[in-house]
């Protein structure tokens, strides 16, 4: 592993990119915690609460950083090991300070969905907060020894088509880069 020294100690050469994508499929933006332990009704509009979840620190509508990371972690899932461990340690995707969320870009409107639970056995319909046309821009730094970021892209746009970000993906959440 190349690394430079800084007072005899070696430093490892970090790099930082900036990455445009944008949506191919619908974002939907699922309440976090929403099934653990809460008494959920049918047809209950969870769309305030949801964008209330998905807000950074200067209003804009954001998500979470790490979800871009955690879709490249799965669309590496099937190589080797070494490829494997360079995405998990060598790179990290950033968002805003408080809150590490990626400022998104569009509109939003509420859609129903349906979610079907084994005990007790029901169907219920949520409805969520749907960004139909959204793009972001993320923040990627990442150990240039140990991965390039050449292939920083080409794991994202893999991860992208294939994986995708938020509730129902891969049906939804796809993205590219722009």
């Not at 020294?5 to 445009?20: A, F, N, Y």
């Not at 749907?130 to 050449?150: C, M, P, R, T, Y």
Request: charged residues 25%.
């Amino acid at each position: 592993m190349a690394t430079k020294k800084r007072m005899g100690i070696p430093v490892l050469d970090i790099s930082e990119i900036e990455v445009t994508i944008t949506g191919t499929k619908p974002l939907v933006l699922l309440p976090l915690g929403t099934f653990k332990g809460e008494k959920l009704v049918d047809n209950h509009d969870k769309v305030a609460e949801s964008l209330k979840l998905y807000r950074r620190h200067d209003g804009q509508l954001g998500f979470p950083a790490g979800a871009f990371k955690e879709a490249v972690i799965t669309a590496v899932a099937n190589l080797d090991k070494e490829t494997k461990a360079a995405v998990a340690t060598g790179f990290h995707v950033f968002g805003e300070e408080e809150t590490n969320m990626v400022a998104l870009s569009g509109e939003h409107h509420g859609e129903s969905f349906s979610f079907d639970f084994k005990k007790p056995k029901r169907t219920i319909t949520l409805t969520l907060p749907v960004l139909n046309e959204w793009s972001a821009i993320l923040h990627v730094q990442f150990v240039a020894s140990v991965i390039s970021g050449k292939n920083i892209l080409k794991f994202l746009d893999d991860a992208g088509r294939r994986v995708g970000v938020g509730h129902r993906r891969p049906d939804k959440g796809t993205f590219e880069i722009k």
